[in-house]
């Protein structure tokens, strides 16, 4: 059974970029499709993007042409490359193994990790 671990989410400033992993465990990670998502307190699970096991990419419009994923297969993680970040991309980040159905929907994924904080200060 795949287990997720993601982290790097700490404090950065608006219009930093920043990196955040998510270490895959179970088989290697070309083998799944493998999305983003990210919550705040109160609110529901939001979609970020996804990077499926053929390569391809695609991302919610909110983060379209600022954020990116990635497989780094040597190191058998999903990585999202966050850039031009603002104070509304406040939250914390969830990766996820995408099961069946839409990309955009928190339930079509099978499995989740812990979520690691993203604190953008203005």
């Known amino acids: 059974q795949v287990q997720l671990v993601e982290s790097g989410g700490r404090l950065v400033q608006a219009g930093d970029s920043l990196t955040l992993s998510c270490a895959v465990s179970?088989?290697?990670?070309?083998?799944?499709?493998m999305g983003w998502f990210r919550q705040a307190p109160g609110k529901e699970r939001e979609y970020v993007g996804i990077?499926?096991?053929?390569?391809?990419?695609d991302y919610a419009e909110a983060v379209k042409g600022r954020f990116t994923i990635s497989r780094d297969s040597a190191e058998n993680r999903v990585l999202l490359q966050m850039s031009s970040l603002t104070p509304t991309d406040t939250t914390t980040y969830y990766c996820?193994?995408?099961?069946?159905?839409?990309?955009?929907?928190?339930?079509?994924?099978?499995?989740w990790g812990q979520g690691t904080q993203v604190l953008v200060s203005s």
């Open positions: 996820a193994r995408f099961s069946l159905g839409q990309w955009g929907r928190a339930s079509n994924y099978g499995a």
């Open positions: 179970g088989r290697a990670v070309s083998q799944y499709d």
């Open positions: 990077i499926t096991s053929s390569g391809n990419e």
